[in-house]
T-cell receptor, first 116, second 117 residues
Framework: AQTVTQSQPEMSVQEAETVTLSCTYD???????LFWYKQPPSRQMILVIR??????QNATENRFSVNFQKAAKSFSLKISDSQLGDAAMYFC?????????????FGKGTRLHILP | DAGVTQSPTHLIKTRGQQVTLRCSPK?????VSWYQQALGQGPQFIFQ???????QRGNFPDRFSGHQFPNYSSELNVNALLLGDSALYLC????????????????FGPGTRLTVL
């Protein structure tokens, strides 16, 4: 069965510094999708970044980038130049889409604190 | 462009009651998925609707049922509420998997906070 593990329940970073959130997953599939979502106190789950497993190039969205290691089944999120508005819960998610099969699995999340 | 909307925002029910939550997908989306998020946990997949039918289901009892309307909006119904059903219920919309690029990406609504007393 597929699983997603976020081993850091909480992290803190100084404003303007860089922080990396870890995520590992387990799957026997070769083609899937990975996501990082941000959930601020407002509860709205916001897509941060997505990665297609068949692409070797790491996805980047402005200050957010990932380190996707397919063989190691690792998918970490790097936030550069951290801002106060980055404080939130961050969830790593795995999605497998094939014919009628659609599996979507979230990790338990990492709470990120930004220190002014 | 309207995003995913959900109603109501908050709801308080007592054990044994029934509840209906509503979701309108993002404009242009035809697939709706529902999640339960307990406090301090990640979302757990309940089920997904496409073409007015339940296409995929997670590990939830039959007390959880749903419906999708021709305009792609959806309802989640929970019968015989238990204390453990207290959670944030999230709706996410996406394009059907055969739609091509970005059909894999789900967009979430703000959620409905259900409290069962």
């Amino acid at each position: 069965a597929q699983t997603v593990t976020q081993s850091q329940p909480e992290m803190s970073v100084q404003e303007a510094e860089t922080v990396t959130l870890s995520c590992t997953y387990d799957t026997s599939e070769s083609d899937y999708y990975l996501f990082w979502y941000k959930q601020p106190p407002s509860r709205q789950m916001i897509l941060v970044i997505r990665q297609e497993a068949y692409k070797q190039q790491n996805a980047t969205e402005n200050r957010f980038s990932v380190n996707f290691q397919k063989a190691a089944k690792s998918f970490s999120l790097k936030i550069s130049d951290s801002q106060l508005g980055d404080a939130a819960m961050y969830f790593c998610a795995y999605r497998f889409l094939m014919n009628r099969d659609d599996k979507i699995i979230f990790g338990k999340g990492t709470r990120l604190h930004i220190l002014p | 462009d309207a995003g995913v909307t959900q109603s109501p925002t908050h709801l308080i029910k007592t054990r044994g009651q029934q509840v209906t939550l509503r979701c309108s997908p993002k404009s242009g989306h035809d697939t709706v998925s529902w999640y339960q998020q307990a406090l301090g946990q990640g979302p757990q997949f309940i089920f997904q609707y496409y073409e007015e039918e339940e296409r995929q289901r997670g590990n939830f009892p039959d007390r959880f049922s749903g419906h999708q309307f021709p305009n792609y909006s959806s309802e989640l119904n929970v019968n015989a509420l238990l204390l453990g059903d207290s959670a944030l219920y999230l709706c996410a919309s996406s394009l059907d998997r055969l739609a091509g690029v970005y059909a894999d990406t789900q967009y979430f609504g703000p959620g409905t906070r259900l409290t069962v007393l």
